[in-house]
């Protein structure tokens, strides 16, 4: 019979192999960058590329281009493991995030987790590779959890690229909530009328310098930042409707309810000092990360074994305002992690220079790497099995309470 090491080791083998389709699916979604639920052409690919290595795929799972991948479990027995794939890209700088990398490295730990599980000879388990599309402002997950798509899931995983000094196996993300505020006034001539106008395009700058001037009295670790999207229409035509839109974060969701409140207050007086109407709208909520701390140890000595260096605990702690993401949401439905591992860059994401470093050769090695940890690690869950699985269990319990009560 197989160990454990013995499955680990011919889960990097089998990656490795695999490492030229791997860099095709990539580049393929990297030259085809596509936005939130419309990405239709990375779902055609991911999913022809996992049917051809063997895994029973459902196209359109959930949501149009959603996909499911299964293989084993059909004993009903062991537990199920789930690795995750984004593939969605940013308007104007496309994989400006490496969400090609994120797809490319599930993918790959699915092949790896796959082969140990033909290879055990005995059944133990259940591997599920789930397409997730949207995470940049669509909470996808949000949309498939609603659905039930990690209902028989035991644990959930996923790895994103970063620049070059930010391998962690459990960096924090902070929960966001998307506020749309729309200011109604009334039109008048500007030049010829002014006075028989009321400007919602004064209470839009009122409400936006309140919220600048609120950050004096916010924690460090909260985030506020928003855009004015409409603006008015002319100007000479005093504006009769407005909207701003802007993103709160903190560190728990517990903690976005005291700055949901604070800017709400900064809106209404806006509204009232420049005579205008207010509505507003909460939407989009994606919950802090609770990266559980057994599975972030385990991937983090799979790592070392590859030699990897992680920052240290300091270092994370610099970066405790981190971005935000739907996989949080995941975290308070299964324990989960979201590793980060270093490109061959110093340019942060979100940015040009670092699309072109996702679709890079130089981005091919750590995402590989980080395909063989997040096997590796699933390969520890399912061969340690349900009594393990207890710790794992009981700890998720654990954070979930002291999330919910911060």
Known sequence: MATRESLKTIASEVIDKASTDLNELS???WKNPELNFNEHHAHKVLTDFLEKYGFDV???YLLDTAFRATYGGSSGGGLNVCVICEYDALPDIGHACGHNLIAECGAGAGLGIKAALELAGKPMGKLTILGTPAEEGGGGKV?????GAFKDIDVAMMCHPADRICNAASLHFLAIIHLDVTFYGKAAHASYAPWEGINALDAAIMFYQNMSVMRQQLKPTWRVHGVITNGGAKPNIIP???EVCF?????TSMELEDLKTKT???????????GCKLEYKFESLMLNLINNKTLA???AENAKTFGVKFMSKKEEEKLAANGSTDMGNVTYEVPGIHPFFGLQTDIACHTREFT?????????EPTLTNAKCLAMTAIDVLCRGEEFMKQIRQEFKEDLKMNKSC
Do not use: N, V
């Open 240 to 242: 009769e409707k407005t």
């Open 247 to 251: 993103y709160l974060r903190t560190p």
């Open 58 to 60: 459902e196209r359109h």
């Open 27 to 29: 580049q393929e979604i």
């Open 356 to 364: 072109d470093a996702t679709g890079s050769m130089e981005a091919q």
């Open 264 to 274: 709400i207050t900064c809106a209404e007086g806006a509204a009232k000092s420049t």
């Open 297 to 299: 140890e385990l991937f």
């Open 143 to 147: 949309k498939m959890i609603e659905k």
